[in-house]
């Protein structure tokens, strides 16, 4: 005998745009461009079991609902608009006990003096992830990724246990560069958002830069800590750092030397590093990273 | 104060093929094409808060000891050669408690009586994911991606709820499209995997291709109960299907009727379903799918 | 002061789907899974120097014609439709001169014996290229891209020449694997299409498996010249091959033999091959591969 | 019987990237991030019809030969690079009379005051394309893509035909949103080729922000015009733009007004205008864009 494990649906990748006219700073449009999102569970059993669609809200419902709030709301936050967005569900559909709603924003920067051009900033994409459950309340993780920064010097690998399939040597002075993923909770469903992100978004790129590094896992404990101590309504910070690897090229088949000029940009395989880095009062997680 | 919470690091996608010469069936070439992620955790706190080394065994090594074992174990099944790639890193490394190893393996077909010769089947990826844990013992999760499939009839979609953004109308016809990505978690770490594998593929696309269906949902749910029915040692699936939207273009503004021919496939947005479907008496999944 | 030069619109990327209730082999549904780029040239000046749009028919109205002229023409063969298309605008529309449809057929295969479900095979991308112009007549590219074929052995790489840089050693024994993008002309915009792609394909395929290979250049020329050879219809074979290469791993440090069992298969860079093979008759390409 | 036609062959995406310590402004470090293709042609039928290689100077060589120059040439332009590349090739070996070299170009911002940390601009690629010919000589392309950008008001799109298919009405105030794919001719192989590069980039960009738009045809030929007005070096400017539809959501279901503020961003289809913007006293384009 079979039963029905943990679900959801939703729909996925609802990409709206919102302008606000005259909204920015210096009275631009402001550019809010989304990728959004949502989850739905709760008491689902029937449409599995036996195709009674009676409490699944359709797909399309919540796509319309996407754009309808986009309305109502106007450009806010993406934290703010997921968070509106998941109470739209647990509060309004009996059989709903859980929305998941996640949203990628992407940066524009403006364009001349006009306020109505801009280009879009391929540097980095922030992401959001908000969960409004009616038995775990509501979390909030924001966070980046796509980041892609490199040190030209001051970092090491060296001192690493060698087993039998070990050829690799010591290096003193390495390129490192890294594609930045970070997540970050917060503490409470509330709090300045944007200035939180900024924070974050700046400790993460300030640890990475002025970190001597011994290691990738050391600069990335340094970036996390550095996310915590910025923005005290943080309280977890996960990375995730694949070793974007530039090999020095060995040019002395050609009689020339390679002083850390010349390097191959590889593309796999790739270190992969992950790590969390947590408030020693950082309440428990609950569903926040489900 | 801030603390290392979880973490782990490895090589990500070794891609390594192996030829096992006249290893195949008939005589053929027998081709195993994976791309190998492995992943360690353990004492890792040195490295993160001091950069000391001392228990980082070099992903460059990981990446060695893929193609090492790739050449001992020769062209065995990808669920196996995981284990035992798992169990070198618990078994030889004092600092490292547990290794996880994803591999995707990437299906060829034979071309004409040579032996030799052999097309990339696109059709699927074959997943496998290993975890071998001191703690937690060992665990093996199988599965699939990227299988597209179509019912051009059989499936309906209707008595869903309305509020107040729902504009969807009830479908008695609509094609049905989806990418399946499924994952099955074995109950021991030893199983026939091959067998195990083709009868789970085969229990999916039948399962999909005979329920008649009022939901994807009830889809997702056919597809896990039949794997489950056809393979014993399996105790839970887990189903990721998009719904791969084939919208009915109105043609009536061109005085033309549209009765189920021409569809216009979407991209974004899509909807989609996820669930889990679980023998009653599946062993408590433990740390199989972190 | 400057000038217009070459140009051209249209609507890239239209994803029309139909469905043959019942028109396939064996009373199957027939499925045609298309993407339908249009891009139309002429009497253009207006619209880029002043913005005069009077010659300029939407691309949304191209978008609505490809959906409708798949209702009236049906499950034609994609060559077919395209010759269909082009005719329509430059038949139709006075303004242009010139219409050039480009169509990516996916393939799907039957699923159970239904008539209703299928797969989508990933094994090749069947493409068209059709141009219709008032002054240099029609013509139809076919061809296919995106397959993946391997040797195991039976090519060799040696004889050539050194400079400074070559550090590469003689090849007596290597992978060979390549993604074919093959594209073939057509003599007269008439012929048999799907038994002339079913030829040509095969054709390829066979040239690829049984060419003992010094080169890829030597099995490239063989290929062209098996789909000349095949198919009279074909005058002229354009392939671009790129080398996917497959390095056999130097295991020696771990004290393993390799006797070309394990590779690595490498993304970037690789060899890219590229060249055309003509029947002594082929007429002038025209206008064929713009 | 058939016959060799057109052919080249080389390496391609040789990820090279190099460093230039203390290089750049401001004493910082300079990087050089290229993705460097080369093709070679000339005599080369041997290969093709027989396998002998004796012409074939191994694409790995080239791969070679690449990393060996950046060394020697050190971090110099990439059209620069180009030139001395195909050159190398067309000068040193006697079958091979023509080089064709392709470099995109990945731009990095400093990240701090410390010359040696980097943020990755994702805003856009740089690209050039050099082709040195021992019969037509040498030309140089540059070109940049990957460059969104948007204007969310100041487009109109009316006074267009109107076909048995047409359902489009006039836009007064639509978006216009585009991503980039420029190519510009320089006149000569010697120019300031950064100072042509920022200078074309601005032009591009200050036409696109300040063209009121009556078509995308029109915003084209208008940036086209800038770039020839801004760099007098170059004669030929050829531009592929998408258009990145964004369409209003109609809300009116929902019983809300959508004054130009919430838009559906879509992936296909698009529409594509592709044109070119020439000099009238542009010399022959001769190979330049082969």
């Known amino acids: 005998m079979v039963q029905l494990g943990a679900n959801r649906y939703g729909k996925a990748e609802v990409r709206v745009v919102h302008i606000g006219r005259a909204a920015g700073p210096g009275g631009a449009d402001l550019v809010r461009d989304w990728n959004v999102s949502t989850a739905l569970s709760g008491d689902l059993a029937g449409t ?25 709301l106007g450009g806010i936050e993406p934290e703010a608009f997921g968070l509106e967005l998941a109470a739209h569900y647990t509060g309004g559909q009996e059989a709903i006990s859980r929305a998941r709603i996640a949203i990628e924003e992407y940066p524009w920067a403006p364009l001349g003096a006009g306020g109505h051009s801009f280009a879009r900033s391929g540097e980095y994409i922030r ?33 690493f246990p060698h087993d039998e399939y070990t050829t690799l040597e010591d290096a003193y002075d390495r390129m490192l560069a890294t594609t930045v993923s970070a997540s970050w909770r ?17 400790a993460l ?16 404990y340094g970036m996390g800590s550095a996310v ?63």
Chains 1, 2, 3, 4 share one sequence.
Request: proline share 5%; net charge negative; with cysteine.
């Open 186 to 202: 917060f503490r409470e469903a509330d709090s300045d958002w944007t200035a939180a992100f900024t924070a974050a978004r700046s």
């Open 127 to 159: 992401t959001v992830t908000v969960i409004d459950d009616q038995d775990h309340g509501r979390s909030v993780v924001g966070g980046l990724r796509d980041l892609l920064v490199l040190n030209t010097t001051g970092s090491q690998f060296r001192g």
């Open 48 to 72: 599995h079991l036996t195709g009674d669609n009676a409490h699944v809200l359709p797909t399309d419902t919540q796509k319309n609902t996407v754009y309808a709030l986009a309305k109502k």
């Open 205 to 220: 790129i300030d640890a990475f830069t002025q970190t001597p590094s011994y290691s990738l896992q050391q600069t990335l």
């Open 228 to 290: 915590l101590a910025a923005v005290p309504e943080i309280c977890e910070v996960r990375l995730a750092l694949p070793n974007k690897h530039h090999f020095a090229v060995d040019l002395a088949p050609f009689g020339l030397a390679n002083d850390n000029e010349v390097y191959y940009a590889a593309d796999r395989p790739y270190g992969l590093i992950e790590g969390t880095v947590l408030a020693d009062d950082a309440p428990d997680a609950g569903i926040a990273w489900s």
